[in-house]
């Protein structure tokens, strides 16, 4: 899946996951008892922030196509083209599914 939204420094733009329907039990969850996904796919990245002197880019360590867990309350969400995704920082990435 390709976006064409395009990070800026060190951000990302990930597709959230969807959370699990139903418990272990068969019981299913409505929507107001769901807790919001922590987990998604990397649909694009940004170039990298510049390092302290400000000569070169820090690259990240997360590339597209990556499962990464992040930050609960972290990010900003987006609707594009009929999609949400989230544009996180890539501080807010815990770590990567893998």
């Known amino acids: ?24 039990s068969g019981l299913v969850i409505p929507d107001t008892a769901k807790e ?8 694009a990245v940004g170039p990298g922030r510049f ?3 400000g000569t070169e880019r820090v690259p990240l360590d997360v590339k597209v196509g990556d499962k990464v867990i992040y930050s609960k309350y972290g990010g900003t969400e987006v609707k594009y083209g009929g999609e949400e995704y989230l544009i996180l920082s890539a501080r807010d990435v815990l770590a990567i599914v893998g």
């Open 36 to 43: 919001k996904p922590q987990e998604g796919e990397v649909l």
């Open 51 to 53: 390092n302290d002197n």
């Open 1 to 24: 899946m390709s976006v064409s939204i395009t990070p800026l420094e060190d951000r990302i733009v990930v597709k959230s996951l969807e959370a699990e329907q139903t418990t272990a």
